[in-house]
């Protein structure tokens, strides 16, 4: 896309004047700030355009904030913990317990990792039935401590492999289900990249859904739909527009409770700035739920879930 790499172009130019400013070089900030003002513009038009299509090239772009970014930039003191106590870990998952604002929490969520090596050691964030098994385990202890949950979503979808399934995937999904429908300890999930399938939903059972601006969330990719309705993956655009996986559709149709706006021209742009914007999220949203006595809390994640799909005939 010509606009995109024309904004990410600019990007880098004002990341280095700012670079050059601060080492003492103050003649530079009125073309600081025509390149913003220019970097606004363009990235309010490319914004205004997007296809559902668009979002789904963005929220798998390489560069943008992984699950173990926004734990770096959101929370303090993170302590992972490894290993379903049946089989092994999985590093698809990262779970562990954390600060947030200064109050113990738990955090999981899906990592793809970075270069080709860290890929393969985490399985493109496919997780196995061991990783789900893993963040019941976590869940669990949240539970049993009284710490409020806070799960990221970013994964394609569960791996779909014989030794997954040998082992259970179905099964472990489920359970994941089950365990977050019961769960006596406030939720908050946040989509913040790809959310597919089961294997996203088996960490989106939760109190109060997040998503940020151009992740998407659908029970098929795009590909995978196109392949089976149109008989073409070529058909994957079209299908993206059908599957209705943005961010305004879902919560149009109820499935989110919130959009969390992404920095101009996407989150892989200016991170820092996206992790500042989830952070107030997550702190407004906790202090939506985070009193609210554990049977409520329950009744009401249940109602809310049991209430989605429903409609009325005229």
Known sequence: MDLEKEI?????????????????EHKLINELVELRKKFKKLSKKRMETLSAWDRVQIAR????PHTIDYIKNIFTDFIELHGDRRFGDDKAIIAGFANFEGKPVCVIGHEKGRDTKEKIERNFGMPHPEGYRKAIRVMKLAEKFRRPV????????AYPGIGAEERGQSQAIAESLMVMGSLRTPIIATV??????GGALALGVADRILMLEN???????PEGCAAILYKSAEAAPIAAENLKITAKDLLELGVIDCIVREPLGGAHLQPKKMYRLLKRALRNTLKQIENIDPDTLVELRQRKFYSMGRFAER
Not at 8 to 24: F, Y
């Open 150 to 157: 806070f799960t990221f979503i970013d994964t394609p979808g």
């Open 61 to 64: 772009h390489s560069k943008r």
């Open 192 to 197: 913040i990249g790809e959310g597919g399938s």
């Open 215 to 221: 992740a998407i969330y659908s029970v098929i990719s």
């Open 8 to 24: 990410a172009n600019l990007s880098d130019q004002i990341e280095l004047l700012r670079e050059r400013i601060k080492r003492g």
